[in-house]
C-alpha cells in the first residue's frame, strides 16, 4: 500500500521545532550542572525551584512541539485521503457519458440520498425497467466524485457474473499492491474487501447490470463511512433493499426531460414538429428516445413522421430504431431486444414458463392498468394451461398467476400491486411482446382477452372507475388487434364496449363507435351479419339519446324489417329492436302508439323469455313509462310500484332496470301531482345514485334536475332555481354546453327564473 497511496513526510517546521526542543532541553542539563554564579548545584530550596523552573520550560516547548505536530499529522491526514490530481486508482472502464446527457431527477435523487450521511447510506441500488438509464446515472455520478477529488479509489465492474464481480476485485486488489499477481481471484477478492472495511481511503464500488443478485451473494462491498457502492438492476427483491441498502427507483424521462433531449439531438426547428406526441408516444423511456432520435437523423425524418410510422400496426419495433451496429452511445441492445434477457429470466422462474404467456396477454390490454381479476378468469387459466403443457397437461391455478406476476414485477417488467388490482406495463414493452407474437398466437390471444373481459365486465354502470378500467381495456384490445375482434365473431366485447359508453353517459363517444363499428363489421362480415345488425341497434338507440328521437324511431323501424328476414321474429336482437321503436315513437311524441307497440313487444317478451327475465321487465318499466306519458299516471304509479317489487326480489336493489323503475316511480309520483312524494323518493334514489354511481354520473344529474322541478313545484321557485345554477355550472364543467343535460338544466332553471320573477312582481 504505501507505493500507491503514499503519506507526505514531516514539514519542515515540526523539524525545526524538534531541533529547538533539543537544544533547549542540553541548555537546561548545563544549568542544572552549573548555577549561575559558578558554584556547585547543592541540595536545598534554592536548588530545587531553579531545577523546576527549567524542567517547566522544557515541558512547554514539548508541549508546543507535541501539539504542532498533531496539527500537521491531521494536515498529513487530510491530504493523504485526498490524493493529488492523476493519483486516483481507477478499475474498470467507467461508460462514456452519453450524448446530450440530461440531469435528470433520478441523478437529484442519488447525489441526495448519498449526502444524507455517510453512516446510514452506503450503499445504494437503482433499480428500474432496461432503457431507463441506470448505468449512465451510476456513471454520472462516479464521474462528479472522481473530477472533484473525492475518491481515491473508483472500481466498476459489469457484474454479469460472480466471476466477473471476483474478476473486478482481485484487479484492484493487485493495482492497489494488496496482493500478489499469483495470488487467484477469490483470495485476491476477499483480501479488497477486507481492506475497503478497514481503511480510511475514499472508495466507490459500481456493481452495474446485476441482473443476478444471487452473484452477489457473501460479496457485498462492506459497510466503511469512507466507501460507498452502487449497483445497477432490473431487479427490486427484497434481498437488494436489505439492512444497509437504499433502493432507488430509477424511472422514465420526464415531459421536459424527454422533449429537452429530442431537441438537443435533432437540433433542427423545422424537424422537431410534435416532438412532445413523439416522447409521449416512446413513453418517455431513456433508451427509446434516444434510439428514435437517432434513427430521426439518419433517415432525415421528422418527429411527425416517424409518429406516423409508429403508429403503423404493420411494422415491427425494431425496423424504428438503428441497426445494432449503428446504435448511439454505445447501446448495446434496440429497444426490442432490451427487455428479451428480463423475458427469458421471469419466463425460467417457478412456476415456469408461465411468465411469459402472462405478458402475452397484458400485451394486448391498456398498458395504464389490467384489473388483475382478469387474469383469474376460466378463459385465461385455460389458455396458460394450454401455453405451458399440450392440451392442458399442466394445470395453472390463481396461486400460479400471482407468482408469475411478481416475477414479472421483480424483473420490472410490469409494475404489480398485489393489493391494488391492477397492473401496468409499458407501452413499448408490450409493443416488443406483440412483436414476437405470430398470427395464430394472436388471434388465440385476443379470444382470450375478450373472453375475460366479457366474463368481468360489470353488469350494471354501479361502479364507475371499475366499468372506466374495463373500457379503456377494450379500447386498447381494439386498437392493438384491429380487425381480428370482428373477423373472429369476437364483437360482443365491443358491444359492451359502447353500451358501456353510453350507460356512462358518453353518448357522443357511443355513437362514433358504433358507426365506425357498422362499417368495419360490413365490411368484413357482410350487412345481414349479426355483428352489423347489433351494431346498427346501438347507433340507433344512441341517436336517440342523443336527441333526434325520430330518426332513432325511423331506424329501429328500417332495422326491425332486417332483423326479422335474417334472424326470424323471436330473436332476442329483433324483440329488442322492436322494444326500441315503441320507446322511440313515444319520445318522437306518440306515446298512445308506443304503449300499444310496447304492449305487443311485452307478449312476445312473456313468451319468449318468461316473466323474470331482465328483459321482460324493463319492457314492463317502458310500458308503465308510456302509461303515464299518455296522461295514465295513477295507472302508472300502481304498475311501476308492483315493477319495482318485482325487480327488487328478482335482481337486486342496484340493478339498473331496478334503479330505473325507481326513477320513473319518482317522475310519474311527480307528473300524478303529488309533488311532495316526488321530492322524497327522487332524493332518496339520489342519495343511492351518488353512492352507487357518483356524484356525477348523468343518473345522479337527471335526478338532480328532477328534483329541483319538483321543488318547485312545491311552491319553492326560489329553492329550485338555486338548486339549478348549481346543477348547470356542474353540468357544463362535466359535460359541455352541447349535452343534453346541460340543454334540459338551462330550460328548467329558464322556466323557473321566470316562475321567481312573475311571484315576485304579484307580490308587488
Given at each position: 500500500m504505501g507505493e500507491v497511496f503514499r503519506r507526505r513526510p514531516p514539514g519542515r517546521r515540526v523539524v525545526v521545532l524538534l531541533v529547538a526542543a533539543l537544544l533547549a532541553a542540553a541548555v537546561a542539563i548545563v544549568l542544572l550542572r552549573r548555577p549561575a554564579d559558578g558554584t556547585t548545584l547543592r541540595p536545598g530550596w534554592a536548588g530545587t525551584e531553579q531545577a523546576g523552573w527549567i524542567a517547566g520550560i522544557i515541558s512547554a516547548?514539548?508541549?508546543?512541539?507535541?501539539?504542532?505536530?498533531?496539527?500537521?499529522?491531521?494536515?498529513?491526514?487530510?491530504?493523504?485521503?485526498?490524493?493529488?490530481?492523476?493519483?486516483?486508482?481507477?478499475?474498470?472502464?467507467?461508460?462514456?457519458?452519453?450524448?446530450?446527457?440530461?440531469?435528470?431527477?433520478?441523478?437529484?435523487?442519488?447525489?441526495?440520498?448519498?449526502?444524507?450521511?455517510?453512516?446510514?447510506?452506503?450503499?445504494?441500488?437503482?433499480?428500474?425497467?432496461?432503457?431507463?438509464?441506470?448505468?449512465?446515472l451510476a456513471a454520472q455520478f462516479a464521474r462528479r466524485l472522481a473530477h472533484t477529488g473525492e475518491l481515491d479509489l473508483l472500481v466498476w465492474i459489469t457484474a454479469i457474473s460472480r466471476d466477473a464481480i471476483l474478476a473486478g476485485y482481485a484487479q484492484a486488489a493487485r493495482q492497489l499492491h494488496l496482493v500478489d499477481p499469483t495470488v487467484d481471484p477469490e483470495q485476491a477478492a476477499s483480501t479488497l474487501l477486507n481492506w475497503c472495511e478497514r481503511t480510511d481511503h475514499r472508495w466507490l464500488v459500481v456493481l452495474d447490470n446485476l441482473d443476478t443478485p444471487a452473484h452477489a451473494?457473501?460479496?457485498?462491498?462492506?459497510?466503511?463511512?469512507?466507501?460507498?457502492?452502487?449497483?445497477?438492476?432490473?431487479?427490486?427483491?427484497?434481498?437488494?433493499?436489505?439492512?444497509?441498502?437504499?433502493?432507488?427507483?430509477?424511472?422514465?424521462?420526464?415531459?421536459?426531460e424527454a422533449a429537452g433531449y429530442l431537441h438537443r439531438a435533432i437540433a433542427d426547428p423545422g424537424r422537431l414538429a410534435e416532438a412532445g406526441q413523439l416522447a409521449a408516444d416512446l413513453g418517455h423511456l431513456p433508451l427509446a428516445v434516444a434510439q428514435a432520435a437517432a434513427f430521426i437523423r439518419d433517415r432525415g425524418l421528422d418527429c411527425a413522421g416517424y409518429r406516423r410510422l409508429l403508429t403503423d400496426r404493420r411494422r415491427r419495433l425494431d425496423e424504428l430504431v438503428p441497426q445494432p451496429d449503428a446504435l448511439p452511445d454505445d447501446h448495446r441492445a434496440t429497444v426490442a431486444a432490451t427487455w428479451s434477457l428480463s423475458i427469458d429470466v421471469a419466463d425460467a422462474a417457478v412456476p415456469t414458463g408461465l411468465a411469459r404467456p402472462v405478458l402475452n396477454l397484458v400485451a394486448l390490454l391498456d398498458p395504464n392498468g389490467v384489473p388483475t381479476a382478469l387474469l383469474t378468469t376460466a378463459p385465461v387459466l385455460a389458455y396458460l394451461s394450454d401455453a405451458r403443457g399440450a392440451d392442458g397437461a399442466v394445470t395453472t391455478d390463481v396461486d400460479d398467476v400471482d407468482r408469475a406476476l411478481h416475477n414479472l414485477h421483480r424483473l420490472n417488467l410490469i409494475t404489480h400491486d398485489p393489493h391494488g388490482g391492477?397492473?401496468?406495463?409499458?407501452?413499448?414493452?408490450?409493443?416488443?411482446?406483440?412483436?414476437?407474437?405470430?398470427?395464430?398466437?394472436?388471434?388465440?390471444?385476443?379470444?382470450?382477452?375478450?373472453?375475460?373481459?366479457?366474463?368481468?365486465?360489470?353488469?350494471?354502470?354501479?361502479?364507475?372507475?371499475?366499468?372506466?378500467?374495463?373500457?379503456?381495456?377494450?379500447?386498447?384490445?381494439?386498437?392493438?388487434?384491429?380487425?381480428?375482434?370482428?373477423?373472429?365473431?369476437?364483437?360482443?366485447?365491443?358491444?359492451?364496449?359502447?353500451?358501456?359508453?353510453?350507460?356512462?353517459?358518453?353518448?357522443?363517444?357511443?355513437?362514433?363507435?358504433?358507426?365506425?363499428?357498422?362499417?368495419?363489421?360490413?365490411?368484413?362480415?357482410?350487412?345481414?351479419?349479426?355483428?352489423?345488425?347489433?351494431?346498427?341497434l346501438l347507433h340507433a338507440f344512441y341517436q336517440g339519446r342523443a336527441g333526434d328521437a325520430a330518426r332513432a324511431a325511423e331506424e329501429f323501424t328500417t332495422l326491425t324489417a332486417d332483423c326479422v328476414r335474417v334472424l326470424g321474429p323471436d330473436a332476442h336482437l329483433t324483440l329488442t329492436t322492436r322494444h326500441n321503436i315503441?320507446?322511440?315513437?313515444?319520445?318522437?311524441?306518440?306515446?298512445?302508439?308506443?304503449?300499444?307497440?310496447?304492449?305487443?313487444?311485452?307478449?312476445?317478451?312473456?313468451?319468449?323469455?318468461?316473466?323474470?327475465?331482465?328483459?321482460?321487465?324493463?319492457?314492463?318499466?317502458?310500458?308503465?313509462?308510456?302509461?303515464?306519458?299518455?296522461?295514465?299516471?295513477?295507472?302508472?304509479?300502481?304498475?311501476?310500484?308492483?315493477?319495482?317489487?318485482?325487480?327488487?326480489?328478482?335482481?337486486?336493489?342496484?340493478?339498473?332496470?331496478?334503479?330505473?323503475?325507481?326513477?320513473?316511480?319518482?317522475?310519474?309520483?311527480?307528473?300524478?301531482?303529488?309533488?311532495?312524494?316526488?321530492?322524497?323518493?327522487?332524493?332518496?334514489?339520489?342519495?343511492?345514485?351518488?353512492?352507487?354511481?357518483?356524484?356525477?354520473?348523468?343518473?345522479?344529474?337527471?335526478?338532480?334536475?328532477?328534483?329541483?322541478?319538483?321543488?318547485?313545484?312545491?311552491?319553492?321557485?326560489?329553492?329550485?332555481?338555486?338548486?339549478?345554477?348549481?346543477?348547470?355550472?356542474?353540468?357544463?364543467?362535466?359535460?359541455?354546453?352541447?349535452?343534453?343535460?346541460?340543454?334540459?338544466?338551462?330550460?328548467?332553471?329558464?322556466?323557473?327564473?321566470?316562475?321567481?320573477?312573475?311571484?315576485?312582481?304579484?307580490?308587488?
Open positions: 516547548v514539548f508541549s508546543l512541539v507535541g501539539t504542532v505536530a498533531a496539527v500537521q499529522a491531521l494536515r498529513v491526514g487530510r491530504s493523504d485521503r485526498a490524493p493529488a490530481t492523476g493519483r486516483l486508482v481507477q478499475v474498470g472502464r467507467v461508460p462514456q457519458s452519453a450524448s446530450w446527457f440530461q440531469d435528470r431527477r433520478a441523478q437529484l435523487d442519488l447525489t441526495r440520498v448519498a449526502r444524507t450521511g455517510r453512516t446510514a447510506v452506503l450503499t445504494q441500488v437503482l433499480s428500474g425497467m432496461g432503457g431507463v438509464g441506470k448505468t449512465q451473494a457473501g460479496w457485498w462491498p462492506p459497510a466503511n463511512r469512507h466507501g460507498r457502492t452502487i449497483v445497477t438492476t432490473r431487479r427490486r427483491d427484497a434481498v437488494l433493499a436489505a439492512e444497509g441498502r437504499v433502493l432507488v427507483e430509477v424511472g422514465l424521462f420526464s415531459e421536459v391492477a397492473l401496468r406495463a409499458h407501452a413499448l414493452v408490450q409493443r416488443a411482446t406483440r412483436d414476437q407474437l405470430v398470427e395464430k398466437q394472436l388471434a388465440r390471444i385476443t379470444r382470450v382477452a375478450a373472453g375475460a373481459l366479457l366474463s368481468r365486465w360489470p353488469e350494471t354502470e354501479t361502479r364507475p372507475a371499475v366499468s372506466q378500467a374495463f373500457r379503456a381495456n377494450a379500447v386498447a384490445l381494439h386498437d392493438h388487434v384491429g380487425d381480428l375482434l370482428l373477423a373472429n365473431d369476437l364483437h360482443d366485447v365491443l358491444i359492451r364496449l359502447y353500451s358501456s359508453l353510453g350507460e356512462a353517459g358518453l353518448v357522443r363517444a357511443a355513437c362514433a363507435g358504433s358507426e365506425q363499428a357498422i362499417a368495419d363489421s360490413a365490411r368484413l362480415n357482410g350487412p345481414d351479419h349479426t355483428a352489423t345488425l347489433a351494431f346498427r315503441a320507446f322511440w315513437r313515444g319520445e318522437a311524441g306518440d306515446p298512445a302508439g308506443a304503449a300499444e307497440a310496447t304492449a305487443e313487444v311485452l307478449a312476445d317478451r312473456l313468451r319468449v323469455n318468461g316473466p323474470d327475465h331482465p328483459e321482460t321487465l324493463n319492457t314492463r318499466g317502458s310500458l308503465a313509462w308510456l302509461q303515464g306519458e299518455a296522461g295514465e299516471h295513477a295507472e302508472a304509479v300502481v304498475a311501476l310500484r308492483e315493477l319495482l317489487a318485482d325487480c327488487r326480489r328478482l335482481l337486486g336493489p342496484e340493478h339498473h332496470v331496478t334503479l330505473k323503475a325507481r326513477s320513473g316511480l319518482a317522475f310519474q309520483l311527480g307528473a300524478s301531482g303529488d309533488h311532495a312524494a316526488a321530492v322524497t323518493e327522487t332524493r332518496t334514489l339520489i342519495a343511492d345514485y351518488t353512492r352507487i354511481l357518483g356524484v356525477e354520473h348523468p343518473l345522479t344529474l337527471t335526478a338532480h334536475r328532477n328534483l329541483a322541478w319538483w321543488q318547485g313545484c312545491t311552491g319553492d321557485p326560489q329553492g329550485a332555481t338555486e338548486a339549478l345554477e348549481e346543477l348547470l355550472a356542474t353540468c357544463l364543467r362535466v359535460f359541455g354546453s352541447d349535452h343534453r343535460l346541460t340543454a334540459d338544466a338551462t330550460d328548467a332553471l329558464t322556466y323557473w327564473r321566470q316562475h321567481e320573477q312573475s311571484d315576485s312582481i304579484s307580490d308587488e
